[in-house]
């Protein structure tokens, strides 16, 4: 790059320039830019530069003070605002090519093609902008190079994009383009569209193309006189239409691009509007291409995102973003891959922001102490609700009831047994045990707002969902169906007659509260090991591993029948001996490689992202299992298994 520097800047000293235009500014890169501008160059001798600035700051002072400053050692004061320039990265100083120095701006190329894009009309019948019309040579850690045939892919999947400048070649000889990558492909389209519109112009070719396209579009006469009308009297409605791509739309370019083409490729001579006109057509083309897949891939996008709403909707009504990442269409397909990972993360982020009208969002996200996270449909959190309360019912009936006849039966009671308030606080305590989402759920702010919320929208609640009343919480013995007196008497039933007599159990109860401190002490006794059981470090892995095991596995199923369930999937042998010998293998190389885990982090943690590695990691390293037919079925039944493995794990072994 340096010998180009010194030809360029031997080049601008034949020129002997020492003349300087008035820039807009009297700041130093105003007018330093204004003199590259000048002189077609961004290389600045600094001797004549200030030589030029001197001389014509004495001209232009009297009639424009702001020039003032610069009659005063214009020396100093270009030291001191260029080292600011450099030190922002707005210009560079290349001081051992002359002896005074050389300013080179940085910025030069960009601006001059830029510069090049500003009157698309006076350009229209001329070709795009490129080195040789521009005079520059631009360095190659300033431009990337791209063939018209490699274009769709670079639309599609943008690269180098810290290249500030891209040189788009044409086939058949046909030239080249610069444009600035911000251009791309808006601007570009634009000026396109403009040397169209000089091609229908001239030489009648309108009534050519017209002439051309109505046989070839049987049907869409009036169409193609509407695309060709606005092209000539809008065309940057037509640029617009281009990138909203209808389907005669996309069908129009489609031909007319080849009509274009071959009209302008069966001339002997090229004139500069006809170069003009099939650089044009080719971008057209591209871009035409580029917005029909685009909108296809968003087609898909928007109808993979409305499956995704259709499995939001459905039971149990929340999901994990582990869940969420495994959805799949009614054809059984991922539905990522039909968006990106970014397309669902910025979903989600606006699904669960609030809106403008202070609306809870339409996707909530409900989460534990834990840091798990779940999400679920606004509209149908009061279905959840119902259909946790409907599950929780007998589970919290039988939980209170077992408390109380273990109680009762020691001749012992608790304040729940003999007070509504006490009541409610001991059913609020065995929520959690029962059930976490709900109880994460009854207890959130935002359940009464969502409440609120549906009930000015839809109306009347039905009665099976209502569980509000007059903005408060109905009391947890109504939503879970249980009467104190009820439970007590059913329980008393049960036991032997004399524990309903008071006197008799007043006795008991005396002579067993002796036996208390026993009991008592058995009870810290078995806290203690339970203490000890936690500092195991195998305890959060059996705790994480039985919560993970619930997620992944049916409610209906136990883990050894979905275990079997998926083995009969992908273990597809006839013979038994030889499937059970397969079945076996596999299973033995889980286990070792869930050992050599164990024994190389003593602290292992499990989560469902890493379970999902785990098993990937099993599968690739074994060349047998990849060849396995549903590997789905496979990947699913290798992370269960290791489950199974981790809750059976103490201090770190199987």
Request: hydrophobic share 40%.
């Amino acid at each position: 790059m340096q010998d180009n520097n010194e030809k360029a800047l031997q080049q601008m000293k034949k020129k002997s320039i020492i003349t300087l235009i008035m820039a807009d500014e009297t700041d130093l890169y105003s007018i330093l830019a204004a003199y590259a501008r000048k002189n077609n160059t961004p290389f600045i001798d600094i001797a004549v530069f200030q030589g030029a600035l001197e001389k014509n700051a004495k001209r232009l002072a009297p009639e424009h003070p702001e020039w003032l400053k610069w009659t005063k050692n214009v020396g100093g004061l270009f030291w001191s605002e260029v080292s600011s320039l450099v030190e922002k990265g707005k210009c560079e100083l290349l001081s051992n090519m002359s002896q005074a120095g050389v300013v080179y701006l940085s910025s030069f190329y960009l601006e001059t093609v830029q510069d090049a894009y500003g009157s698309l009309d006076n350009t229209a019948d001329k070709p795009f902008p490129s080195e040789d019309s521009l005079h520059i040579t631009l360095p190659e850690n300033q431009v990337r190079i791209i063939s018209i045939d490699d274009f769709l892919p670079y639309l599609e999947y943008p690269q180098d994009s810290l290249l500030p400048l891209i040189r788009l070649t044409f086939p058949e000889g046909f030239g080249s383009a610069i444009a600035t990558s911000r251009m791309i492909p808006r601007r570009l389209l634009e000026a396109a569209m403009l040397k169209i519109r000089n091609y229908l112009r001239i030489h009648g070719n309108k009534e050519f193309a017209l002439n051309k396209l109505e046989p070839q579009l049987q049907g869409k006469e009036v169409y193609i006189k509407d695309i060709l009308n606005q092209i000539l009297i809008r065309p940057m409605d037509c640029v617009t239409s281009l990138e909203n791509v209808g389907d005669f739309t996309y069908l129009f370019w489609a031909h007319f691009c080849i009509l274009v083409k071959n009209d302008i490729r069966k001339k002997k001579e090229h004139l500069s509007e006809d170069i003009a006109s099939i650089q044009s057509i080719y971008l057209i083309e591209v871009c035409n291409n580029y917005y029909k897949i685009k909108a296809v891939k968003n087609r898909e996008k928007e109808l993979a995102f409305k499956a995704l709403e259709v499995h939001l909707d459905k039971p149990p009504y929340y999901y994990t973003l582990d869940n969420i990442l495994r959805f799949t269409n009614s054809k059984g397909v991922l539905l990522l891959g039909q968006y990106s990972e970014e397309d669902l993360n910025a979903y989600i982020k606006a699904k669960i922001s609030v809106t403008d009208n202070l609306e809870q969002p339409e996707l909530l996200l409900i989460r534990n102490d834990k840091g798990n996270s779940w999400f679920v449909r606004k509209g149908k959190l009061l279905s959840l609700i119902s259909h946790l309360l409907i599950d929780a019912r007998p589970l919290m009936k039988k939980a209170i009831s077992k408390r109380w006849f273990r109680l009762i039966k020691r001749y012992r009671s608790e304040p729940a047994m003999e007070s509504d308030s006490e009541f409610e606080k001991l059913l609020a305590s065995t929520i959690p045990d029962v059930n976490e989402i709900l109880s994460i759920l009854l207890n959130s702010p935002t359940l009464s707002l969502v409440y609120e919320e549906i009930e000015k929208t839809q109306g009347n609640i039905p009665e099976s969902s209502r569980i509000f009343q007059k903005g408060r919480l109905i009391p947890f013995s109504s939503l879970f169906f249980l009467k104190r007196k009820d439970m007590l008497t059913d329980i008393r039933i049960i036991l032997p007659f004399w524990y309903s007599i008071p006197f008799i159990t007043a006795i008991m109860a005396f002579f067993t509260a002796r036996n208390s401190k026993k009991e008592i002490k058995k009870e810290e006794e078995k806290a203690e090991n339970e203490a000890i059981d936690r500092k195991d470090p195998s305890y959060e892995l059996v705790k994480t591993a039985k919560q993970l095991a619930t997620e992944l596995i049916p409610h209906d199923r136990t883990i050894d029948v979905y275990l079997s369930e998926l083995e009969d999937r992908w273990n597809r042998l006839i013979n038994v001996r030889s499937k059970k010998d397969l079945s076996e293998d596999v299973n033995s190389f889980i286990r070792d490689f869930l050992r050599h885990s164990l024994r190389r982090d003593k602290r292992l943690k499990i989560s469902r992202e890493s379970l999902f590695r785990m098993a990937s990691n099993i599968i690739t390293r074994n060349a047998t299992l990849m060849g396995l037919k549903d590997q789905d079925a496979l990947h699913l039944y290798i992370e269960v298994y290791l489950l199974q493995l981790l809750q059976t794990i103490k201090m770190g072994r199987l």
